[in-house]
């Protein structure tokens, strides 16, 4: 059976870096966010976000890994922010030490995550980031276990809820 997505729509970047500061601020250490879409889709623009909410403290500092394949950000948990677009496939991630990396005192974000998806855990967040015009996004969240589901539900059982079915 599939899990069933959540989605939430965005207006611009500013919005898309708030609902990644959210995701941010749920992590609890030990989840991998892999985040699947098109170039400019707004991916690192999550994942700034994500910086912020988890107490990162210069989002200029964030940047994609396309060239250096892993970022590492500081926070209340150690963020590895990946890029797999240049790797040749899982064996790549795992070479870069992506096992060593999921621990209870980080969080691991993954971009282009459709390319390594046979070496990440089932127990991941999928964020897939569809563009909707020139400035909207629509992400659509799915949980694969018990610890993404929890993230996934505080992100979506706030009042109002953040995503919608």
């Given at each position: 059976m599939t899990p069933a997505a959540q989605s939430v729509d965005t207006q611009g970047e500013e919005q898309t870096r708030q609902f990644g500061r959210l995701v941010g601020q749920a992590l609890q250490g030990g989840e991998v966010v892999a985040l699947i879409g098109p170039?400019?889709?707004?991916?690192?623009?999550?994942?700034?976000?994500?910086?912020?909410?988890?107490?990162?403290?210069?989002?200029?500092?964030?940047?994609?890994?396309?060239?250096t394949l892993v970022n590492e950000y500081p926070g209340q948990l150690h963020l590895y922010h990946l890029d797999a677009y240049r790797?040749?496939?899982?064996e790549e991630l795992l070479d870069l030490?992506?096992?060593?990396?999921?621990?209870?005192?980080?969080?691991?974000?993954?971009?282009?995550?459709?390319?390594?998806?046979?070496?990440?855990?089932?127990?991941?967040?999928?964020?897939?980031?569809?563009?909707t015009s020139d400035t909207a996004r629509r992400l659509s969240l799915t949980a694969g276990g018990p610890s993404s589901q929890?993230?996934?539900?505080?992100?979506?059982?706030?009042?109002?809820?953040?995503a919608r079915q």
């Open positions: 170039l400019g889709a707004g991916k690192t623009q999550l994942v700034k976000g994500v910086a912020w909410g988890n107490g990162h403290d210069d989002a200029s500092l964030v940047t994609s890994p396309t060239f790797l040749g496939g899982g030490g992506f096992a060593e990396m999921v621990t209870p005192e980080s969080a691991v974000l993954i971009e282009w995550a459709d390319r390594a998806t046979a070496v990440l855990p089932a127990d991941r967040l999928t964020i897939g980031l569809q563009v929890r993230l996934l539900d505080e992100l979506t059982t706030g009042d109002p809820p953040l």
